[in-house]
Nanobody
Framework: QVELVQSGGGLVQPGGSLRLSCSASLSTLDYYAIGWVRQAPGKEREGVSCISAGPGSTYYADSVKGRFTISRDGDKNSTVYLQMNNLNAEDTAVYYC??????????????WGQGTQVTVSS
């Protein structure tokens, strides 16, 4: 059983930035992929980004490309970050991190974090 604990999120003005963290109860994430998935009220879940196992290839939804960056912590190899810049109202959602052996387009990850609210509003 893997536990994912999220931190970060909150209220930010349009154009602002936030960083989300996802810490896994593992000694290393080298063998696992971490995805970030968001769900806004009344909308379907959307895969936002993912970092693969091994070399850490990164993937982004078109809606966030160029604004969001996913990365692994070089020291704490069990933590993944999602840096979100130039946020807009359409980014408002509950954000979840999720873990599996590979990045999943169908978002059917085995393990999920508790979710964190991101609200972009003036």
């Amino acid at each position: 059983q893997v536990e994912l604990v999220q931190s970060g999120g909150g209220l930010v003005q349009p154009g602002g930035s936030l960083r989300l963290s996802c810490s896994a109860s593992l000694s290393t994430l080298d063998y696992y992929a971490i995805g970030w998935v968001r769900q806004a009220p009344g909308k379907e879940r959307e895969g936002v980004s993912c970092i693969s196992a091994g070399p850490g290839s990164t993937y982004y939804a078109d809606s966030v490309k160029g604004r969001f960056t996913i990365s692994r912590d070089g020291d704490k190899n069990s933590t993944v970050y999602l840096q979100m810049n130039n946020l807009n109202a359409e980014d408002t959602a509950v954000y979840y991190c999720a873990l599996d052996s590979t990045c999943l387009r169908n978002l059917r990850y085995d393990y999920w974090g508790q979710g964190t609210q991101v609200t972009v509003s003036s």
